[in-house]
């Protein structure tokens, strides 16, 4: 990637925001990583300086660096001014786009990193914005060589989240038709399902495995992992998998809570006002699992997450149209809170894999999910170097 001829290698947007708070510190530990060997310039990015430089301020504080604030540039950009946000991506490499929800405020920032040549990484879980990105600009990226990557995270789960997401969720299913709608104009040819297909669970499952009731994950990850499946299949022929995602939820009372706050909330995204009392009172609707302080440090120190992977494939040479699985494997990735220290890392190292193993990416830029644009990157080696552990819990035949 061009980096050289630009005066920011990575610029946070939305530095201000919850997450943003804690990507700019992310960036500010990596800045002075003991593995990093070349400088690394960077900015923050928002609508108001005064928030801007708190943020870095308080970064400067936490990490015992009084200087920071003086090596970081500030860039003065609102999404209501596409001339601001040009001269953002103008001054980047690299934009990790932390303002949200993406469906009101994402397309401006992709429209500006393409046409003013920067790469652009965000946290976004509302496939919908996901899948219409890709569509509108994937061809448009390809030219301009520049690598547009959605949702490089999906590991929200926590004891507390920020009602920054609640937002997202609470106009994602809202706007559920129009996903529908995008996905029947869009005409693709279906994958081949290799093996028997999956069956789902639904409503309420039990998962042995874990001793949980579990119910299906509505976020974005069975969207962003059909896509990655595709390019795979399409672009380096390997055969594709089938996926589902579930949360465990624990025992009988959580399942009753949990099922009266989906009612409520389906319910209420429904109708305008309803939408309105939805995102005025977050922590109310949901539960406590959202709220407008976000969690506190004691919270997210005391937090992390786990997601386990149970799969099932073919030995080389044994033929799906003629035999059953007869491999089975378990796999983990453990690391600490998801949404507000996790995803941080997961951000800033996505970023730092476009910096610095370009020829590892696809050839030709283009709008990717995290899986199309890192499979031959190290970035899980990164990953794991920062506590997100990936590791194989068992393998075994059948
Ligand atoms: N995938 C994951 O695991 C994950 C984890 C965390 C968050 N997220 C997503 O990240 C997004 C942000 O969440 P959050 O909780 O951090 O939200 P937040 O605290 O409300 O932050 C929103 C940010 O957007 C900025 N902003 C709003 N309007 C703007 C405008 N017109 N121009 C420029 N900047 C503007 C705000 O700036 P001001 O400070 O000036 O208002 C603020 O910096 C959400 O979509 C959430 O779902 C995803």
Same mark, same amino acid.
């Given at each position: 990637?061009?980096t050289?001829?630009?005066?920011?290698?990575?610029?946070?947007?939305? @530095?201000?925001?919850?997450?943003?708070?804690?990507v700019? !510190?992310e960036? +500010?530990?990596?800045q002075?990583?003991?593995?990093?060997?070349?400088?690394?310039?960077?900015?923050?990015?928002?609508?108001?300086?005064?928030?801007?430089?708190?943020?870095?301020?308080?970064?400067?504080?936490?990490?015992?660096?009084?200087?920071?604030?003086?090596?970081?540039g500030i860039?003065?950009?609102?999404?209501?001014?596409?001339?601001?946000?040009? !001269?953002?991506?103008?001054? @980047?490499?690299?934009?990790?786009?932390?303002?949200?929800?993406?469906?009101?405020?994402?397309?401006?920032v992709?429209?500006?990193?393409i046409?003013?040549?920067?790469?652009?990484?965000?946290?976004?879980?509302?496939?919908?914005?996901?899948?219409l990105?890709?569509?509108?600009?994937?061809?448009?990226?390809?030219?301009?060589?520049?690598?547009?990557?959605?949702?490089?995270?999906s590991?929200?789960?926590g004891?507390?989240?920020?009602?920054?997401?609640?937002?997202?969720?609470?106009?994602?299913? @809202?706007?559920k038709?129009?996903?529908?709608?995008?996905?029947?104009?869009?005409?693709?040819?279906?994958?081949?399902?290799?093996?028997?297909?999956?069956?789902?669970?639904?409503?309420?499952?039990?998962?042995?495995?874990?001793?949980?009731?579990?119910?299906?994950?509505?976020?974005?990850?069975?969207?962003?992992?059909?896509?990655?499946?595709?390019?795979?299949?399409?672009?380096?022929?390997?055969?594709?998998?089938?996926? +589902?995602?579930?949360?465990?939820?624990?025992?009988?009372?959580?399942?009753?809570?949990?099922?009266? @706050?989906?009612?409520?909330?389906?319910?209420?995204?429904r109708?305008?006002?309803?939408?309105?009392?939805?995102?005025?009172?977050?922590?109310?609707?949901?539960?406590?699992?959202?709220?407008?302080?976000?969690?506190?440090?004691?919270?997210?120190?005391?937090?992390?997450?786990?997601?386990?992977?149970?799969?099932?494939?073919?030995?080389?040479?044994?033929?799906?149209?003629?035999?059953?699985?007869n491999?089975r494997?378990?796999?983990?990735?453990?690391?600490?809170?998801?949404?507000?220290?996790?995803?941080?890392?997961?951000?800033?190292?996505?970023?730092?894999?476009?910096?610095?193993?370009?020829?590892?990416?696809?050839?030709?830029g283009?709008?990717?999910?995290?899986g199309?644009?890192?499979?031959?990157?190290?970035?899980?080696?990164?990953?794991?170097?920062?506590?997100?552990?990936?590791?194989?819990?068992?393998?075994?035949?059948?």
């Open positions: 990637m061009a050289q001829q630009r005066p920011f290698h990575l610029v946070v947007f939305g @530095a201000s925001g919850f997450t943003g708070q804690f700019t !510190e960036v +500010a530990r990596e002075v990583s003991p593995e990093r060997r070349t400088s690394l310039p960077w900015a923050v990015a928002g609508r108001c300086r005064e928030k801007l430089q708190r943020v870095l301020e308080r970064a400067a504080m936490k990490l015992g660096r009084p200087t920071l604030p003086s090596e970081v860039i003065i950009c609102d999404i209501t001014n596409p001339a601001s946000l040009d !001269e953002m991506a103008k001054q @980047a490499a690299v934009v990790l786009n932390c303002v949200g929800p993406y469906r009101f405020y994402g397309e401006p992709v429209r500006a990193c046409e003013n040549g920067a790469s652009c990484i965000d946290i976004c879980g509302e496939p919908q914005f996901l899948e990105i890709y569509w509108k600009y994937h061809e448009k990226a390809a030219e301009k060589g520049v690598y547009i990557i959605g949702s490089s995270v590991i929200h789960a004891l507390c989240i920020h009602d920054g997401t609640w937002k997202s969720a609470v106009y994602g299913f @809202a706007d038709s129009q996903l529908k709608k995008l996905r029947n104009e869009s005409h693709l040819k279906p994958v081949p399902v290799v093996g028997p297909k999956l069956k789902r669970r639904w409503p309420v499952s039990y998962c042995r495995e874990l001793n949980s009731y579990s119910i299906p994950f509505l976020g974005a990850d069975v969207s962003v992992v059909k896509r990655t499946q595709r390019y795979l299949h399409e672009n380096l022929e390997q055969s594709p998998v089938q996926y +589902a995602a579930y949360v465990t939820v624990g025992g009988i009372t959580s399942i009753i809570k949990l099922m009266f @706050a989906g009612l409520f909330f389906l319910f209420f995204v109708f305008g006002i309803g939408r309105q009392l939805l995102v005025k009172f977050p922590w109310l609707f949901s539960f406590g699992y959202f709220s407008k302080q976000g969690p506190t440090q004691k919270q997210m120190d005391a937090s992390s997450f786990t997601l386990t992977f149970f799969g099932q494939g073919y030995s080389q040479g044994l033929s799906p149209d003629k035999s059953k699985p491999i494997i378990c796999t983990q990735v453990k690391g600490p809170e998801a949404g507000y220290v996790a995803t941080p890392i997961a951000m800033v190292q996505a970023a730092l894999t476009l910096l610095n193993d370009a020829s590892d990416l696809p050839k030709a283009g709008v990717f999910t995290p199309a644009a890192f499979c031959r990157t190290k970035l899980i080696e990164r990953l794991n170097q920062r506590g997100i552990e990936f590791s194989v819990i068992s393998s075994s035949e059948v």
